[in-house]
């Protein structure tokens, strides 16, 4: 059965779920549950996460489940990489992207390589919760978006879900993973509702989404950055030109015969990735699809990108930071002059 | 904790000899060219990895470092297949893709030498609460240099470690120096033991030379944490025979002093010495085992020479588990 739930929401019901699964998924993090040792509190948490994605679990699973930690990122992270090598499947919240350069060791060269280094003895299941995104005035060092940087270390997948129904599944879809896969959740997008299935389900990791299909121009988008294209395929729509819209999903390893496929049908290419500029997802795909479909290319990919720049803190400056239809609207108009001449 | 009878005398004699075989052997050949890369050997500090070991199972953990062949050694890793491992084979511990900084062996309870300094802490703690949330009574010990005290994890490590009452000793080999830096320079405290006391758990330094001294000293913390009375820093006063990595000038050792008598101090005389006189071994029996060890080694080594390259299609294998 289906019904209405928010992108929050989503997120904890897959948690919850795993947890029902299977007794060997555990949540750590800072106040993932809040109050640890406070009397009065016993099993109920005091915050549920800083945003509220964890409310609720500890009541449900207890204190040795839902474990609250200290502010030690590198020490939570890598107990997290040591307890999925040995047995466990943790999903570890990093309350903010941005705090990644505390524990990067743990993932970088320590859970990422394991594997391999080991000649393929150790299996390490192990999902990171993580937010990011800019749009909620939180600044230089808690809005950036880095899973591009995550996603070109080998042994580790990225995802990044737009939409409830993709959130809960792709959650699911982590846990049951025997690998390291970063589960990136833009804070803005927590309120956004829609209509998701009360049962367990997954959602492909690695499988990109056709949201709106088209012929003239493709725009592929990363997060949030498809509620950006939608809009800009809508008044697109009303001069004639049929874009197609595809959801990234997963960062790491990403799709390329979904989109290699679109761009030999539509011949133009936009790609909106809200990192920044340079050495990111966008300018990896670009150069992907320029190596692979060349020949089938009607003009330059366009790459949509942040600044390079941190995140400025003023409301007007942030905006101006974060990629808008306007600005995709510019270059598309650029892009398909031809068609609309036509 | 058990105590020292004839039979882990003689594990502990014959560990101890492999693993000061193993690493002579090694530092032979590497000299020669045949072992690529870099290694950093455990002679001299034998009495730390097979006195604490001798007190664990498969089924109880270790993290290790870069000097991490002895550990391996003493948490029953396969010679044949270390020795291979370091010399890049396909039959090696790793198929030959870790090399002797990422030496490791899950199915015997060794969690990876570590390539990077401090790298274990956080692994160990993860290991632990793996334990003690599987309500088992296995321990881990998290091996670690008087350098690594220094790391972030250090800290960040043995507090989670304290807090959540965890089963892992933290049993820190101080040889005195981190690379050609002496702990003297790097350590605001004098001892690594005496920073437990920021943690309210026990810590104590032992002379890392003295088998029967760091057998007792790790049995008993072992036992605690078994109990789930939490963990324990050991502190091991060692020295390494060798430099940091093989090519190492050593220059900062000293001449004469302190410092040389403990560099002249050798662990498994000593320990030859104490176990014939306390009747825990005959004299035979240590000559019998000194000569098999020679002899595994030099097996391993032939294992490991006659072992195939990996093929080139590992390259792209077990980065992703399926």
């Given amino acids: ?342 | 904790m058990q105590n020292l009878d004839m039979k882990k005398a003689a594990w502990i004699y014959e560990k101890m000899n492999d693993i000061r075989n193993f690493e002579d052997e090694v530092h032979r050949i590497f000299t020669s060219g045949e072992i690529p890369g870099f290694v950093h050997l455990y002679a001299g500090e034998e009495a730390v990895a097979t006195g604490v070991c001798a007190h664990l199972t498969d089924a109880d953990y270790i993290t290790s470092t870069h000097r991490g062949h002895g550990h391996c050694i003493a948490k029953g890793c396969d010679l044949n297949g270390m020795m291979a491992e370091i010399y890049g084979k396909e039959t090696g511990l790793c198929k030959g893709k870790g090399g002797s900084m990422h030496i490791a062996d899950i199915d015997k309870g060794m969690l990876g030498a570590n390539g990077m300094v401090g790298g274990g802490f956080p692994i160990a703690v993860g290991a632990g609460l793996r334990n003690k949330y599987l309500k088992t009574d296995n321990v881990v010990v998290c091996f670690f240099g008087d350098g690594a005290a220094n790391e972030g994890t250090f800290h960040e490590g043995i507090n989670l470690a304290a807090i959540w009452k965890l089963p892992v000793i933290f049993v820190c080999e101080n040889n005195l120096f981190a690379e050609a830096t002496p702990q003297s320079y790097s350590s605001a405290s004098k001892t690594i033991a005496q920073r437990s006391l920021a943690y309210d758990i026990p810590g104590i330094s032992v002379d890392g030379m003295d088998l029967m001294e760091v057998y007792k000293t790790a049995g008993e913390a072992i036992d605690r944490a078994r109990k789930g009375e939490g963990p324990t820093i050991i502190e091991c006063l060692t020295y390494r025979k060798y430099g940091h990595f093989e090519g190492d000038e050593q220059k900062y050792k000293a001449k004469e002093g302190p410092e040389k008598e403990r560099a002249d101090l050798d662990c498994i005389q000593l320990f030859r010495k104490e176990a014939i006189a306390l009747k825990l071994l005959t004299k035979e029996q240590a000559d019998e085992i000194e000569a098999n060890s020679v002899k595994a080694i030099a097996k391993a080594i032939q294992f490991a020479q006659g072992s195939p390259i990996p093929r080139p299609e590992a390259l792209y294998e077990d980065v992703y588990a399926d």
């Fill in chain 1, 1 to 342: 059965m289906t019904r209405k739930i928010t992108f929050m929401k989503a997120i904890n019901e897959a948690m919850d779920q795993s947890m029902e699964r299977d007794e060997r998924v555990i949540l750590l993090g800072e106040d993932v549950a809040g109050g640890a040792t406070i009397e009065h509190l016993g099993n109920e948490g005091a915050w549920g996460g800083v945003f509220g994605v964890t409310k609720g679990l500890v009541e449900k699973y207890g204190r040795e489940r839902v474990i609250d930690t200290p502010i030690s990122e590198m020490g939570y992270m890598g107990a997290a990489v040591g307890a999925a090598a040995t047995g466990l499947r943790p999903v570890p919240e990093l309350m903010f992207n941005d705090f990644i350069g505390f524990c990067f060791d743990t993932l970088l060269a320590q859970g990422s390589k394991m594997r391999y280094m080991f000649g393929g003895k150790a299996k390490i299941p192990l999902t990171v919760r993580t937010c990011h995104g800019a749009g909620a005035s939180a600044a230089a060092q808690h809005s950036g978006s880095y899973y591009g940087l995550l996603g070109s270390i080998p042994g580790i997948k990225v995802v990044v879900p737009s939409n409830p129904y993709d959130a809960k599944g792709l959650l699911n879809a982590a846990i049951e993973d025997d690998n390291i896969v970063m589960f990136f959740e833009d804070k803005t997008l927590y309120g956004i509702k829609e209509e998701v299935p009360e049962e367990y389900y997954t959602v492909e990791i690695g499988k990109a989404k056709v949201k709106k299909a088209g012929s003239d121009l493709t725009i592929v988008t990363i997060g949030k950055m498809l509620y950006v294209a939608l809009e800009v395929a809508e008044k697109l729509e009303a001069d004639g030109v049929d874009v197609e819209v595809i959801d990234l999903v997963t960062v790491a390893p990403w799709d390329q015969e979904t989109i290699i496929n679109s761009v030999k049908k539509t011949g133009r290419l936009i790609i909106i990735d809200e990192a920044n500029p340079h050495n990111n997802t966008a300018t990896d795909i670009s150069s992907v699809v320029a190596d692979k479909a060349f020949d089938y290319l009607d003009g330059p990919i366009k790459c949509i990108c942040a600044p390079n720049t941190p995140v400025p803190f003023a409301s007007n400056l942030e905006q101006l930071y974060i990629p808008n239809a306007d600005k995709v609207f510019d270059l598309a108009d650029e892009l398909i002059a031809d068609l609309k001449k036509s």
